[in-house]
């Protein structure tokens, strides 16, 4: 049966979580967030490909565990329990991520400059949250590195590819899914981290809700096969 078929319960439940983001926080809106995630857990089980399968189901179960934890209103407590569930989370993401990504192909000099980079994104995202302290602020300041992680991860397979051939036509679909889905992470954990530590903005549950569960999706889409 084809993936995204198995999808629809996960693509229905997540449409009606986004419709009631519109609105204020009800319980139809905490069910559905927290079913979205075993219920792509479900589609990976069924899927006839199951090289990742343990891998993706532990990843997705720690996401189910973020989502509850994060529920608003989000205590303290809460949001660092949160945080380190999607944390490990990302770590079993990377177990598959690592050997895929081959980036101890690339030159030392582009390992470097990307290091570079990612360490001067972290310090710039920990100014722009007014330096959070505290265990909140070492929270994001980890998770934060933990998503470049998969950010090098994901930019190593396409970098070895093109420093081999000189050309981008060989990079896989799933490839560019997970880049994709990495990409739409970054972009949903800062609008979230804009809303925790700065000032909540209208409809900010709609656009990180959108963002995080079509970044869950083509990531498990990638990795699926």
């Known amino acids: 049966m084809s993936f995204y078929i198995l999808c629809i319960p996960f693509f229905v439940v997540s449409a009606i979580h986004i419709a009631t983001c519109f609105f204020p926080t009800n319980k139809l809106s905490k069910v559905t967030k927290v079913l979205a995630m075993p219920l792509l857990a479900l589609a990976v089980v069924f899927a006839k490909d199951g090289k990742n399968m343990l891998y993706l189901v532990c990843a997705l179960i720690a996401g189910c565990l973020g989502d509850y934890f994060l529920l608003r209103p989000v205590s303290k407590k809460n949001f660092l329990r949160g945080v380190f569930a999607f944390f490990i989370g990302h770590a079993f993401y990377l177990l598959i ?103 909540d903005f209208k409809f900010s549950r709609v656009y990180v809700m959108t963002t995080y569960l079509a970044a869950q999706f083509f990531l498990v889409l990638g990795l699926v096969g």
Do not use: E
């Not at 934060?144 to 981008?168: E, H, K, Y």
């Not at 889905?181 to 925790?196: H, Q």
């Open 97 to 199: 991520l690592i050997p895929r990504s081959q980036f101890w192909l690339l030159p030392p000099w582009c390992v470097v400059i990307i290091v570079l980079v990612y360490s001067f994104a972290v310090f710039m995202i920990y100014n722009m949250l007014h330096k959070p302290k505290g265990l909140r602020g070492f929270a994001a300041v980890v998770y934060a590195f933990m998503l470049l992680l998969i950010n090098f991860t994901c930019i190593s397979s396409i970098l070895t590819v093109l420093f081999d051939t000189g050309s981008l036509v060989t990079v896989t679909p799933a490839t560019w899914f997970i880049v994709g889905g990495n990409l739409l992470f970054l972009l949903s954990d800062s609008l979230l981290s804009v809303t925790m530590f700065k000032d």
